[in-house]
């Protein structure tokens, strides 16, 4: 029982604008001495063939912030960069997750955001991915991260690597126009906005996009759930079977989305996680990316959602589907079996 409220006392709830409560698996260690983590990884990384276990064990174990401390003291110790150091010791995928651990969720998020758009050809399934399934909150501290690591803004770099109504939807997202939540229902509005996007899609021949993107890209979430629900009694289809009938590609799996995570966000991520791991040669970089950036913010709740709708349960199915030293980290993430 002590657990579980030290547990809870750790979870930030603050509901002062759109902040959410969080859920995570990783959350800060106790008794914590960065100087004694710092010269622990500092021995496993100099120990003939590398000691993954110990590396593992302290960074999927504390939070940013602790490994924040930790690379600190490590490059007192050690007179070196820590994520050089794990770049040197490691390799593939385990590699790619502990130094994603290195970043704050936001670096994070607005690495991946960058490497999405890198070179040739766009990697849209991440940039939907990242840009449709974050909130307001997320996506303010994305840009502002994004900026000072790239001194580049997301905006202009999301405009520059896409076109057409799919670069306009994102564009829409990433200009974090999104209504706060009222305790006010505004019926009227709602019924409204669902009578738009049924005139705007599956009333008429050809879709009015523009109309499409300014309702789901202004509204805030709870708004939209009932939009959705009203959006029945006018049209013959729900909302993610117009999605489907009316547009295609790259837009269509950006609504879809967007849709998903207005229902339910974590869910979202739930099979996200499954198909990534049932699909041959397992998405690892999907995993990867789902698991470091959400362990701090609500995989908790993703891992019981996980359950409830795949009928087992997070931590099976990735001892399961993965191995090694990367399958020991993501299960430390995962942070127990349900």
């Known amino acids: 029982m002590a657990l579980v409220s030290e547990f809870l006392g750790q979870l930030t709830l603050s509901y ?175 019924d409204e906005d669902a009578r738009c996007l049924y005139e705007a899609g599956v009333q008429r021949k050809g879709t009015d996009v523009a109309v499409w993107i300014s309702i789901m890209s202004q509204r805030s979430v709870p708004h939209l759930q009932k939009v959705f629900e009203r959006y029945k009694s006018y049209s013959p289809y729900d909302m993610k079977e117009s999605i489907r009938k009316e547009v295609k590609g790259d837009l269509e799996k950006s609504f879809l989305t967007l849709v998903e995570c207005f229902e339910n966000r974590q869910l979202y991520f739930a099979n996200r996680l499954n198909e990534a791991m049932k699909s041959k040669g397992a998405k690892e970089k999907v995993v990867t990316r789902i698991m470091v950036s959400r362990c701090e913010v609500d995989l908790m709740k993703i891992r019981s959602e996980f359950k409830k709708t795949h009928k087992r349960t997070l931590y099976q199915t990735i001892a399961e589907h993965t191995k090694g030293d990367y399958q020991k980290a993501l299960l430390s993430l995962c942070g127990g079996d349900d």
């Open 16 to 190: 002062g604008g759109e902040e959410e409560p969080k859920f995570p698996t990783v959350v800060p260690a106790r008794d914590f001495d960065p100087e004694r983590d710092a010269t622990r990884i500092d021995t496993a990384i100099k120990t003939k063939g590398v000691d993954e276990q110990t590396v593992i064990d302290i960074l999927t174990r504390r939070s940013t912030e602790q490994r924040r401390e930790i690379a600190f003291e490590y490059e007192r110790i050690a007179k070196k960069d820590l994520s050089v150091a794990l770049k040197g010791a490691l390799s593939g995928s385990l590699e790619a997750l502990l130094l994603g651990l290195m970043k704050s969720t936001a670096q994070y998020d607005a690495s991946e955001l960058k490497a999405s758009m890198k070179g040739l050809g766009t990697d849209e399934e991440t940039l939907i991915e990242m840009v449709c399934s974050r909130n307001n909150e997320e996506l303010l501290e994305i840009k502002r991260v994004y900026k000072e690591m790239f001194k580049k803004e997301l905006d202009k770099e999301v405009a520059g690597d896409t076109s057409g109504d799919f670069a306009k939807l994102l564009l829409a997202l990433v200009q974090t126009k999104r209504d706060e939540p009222s305790n006010v229902v505004d019926y009227e509005k709602i």
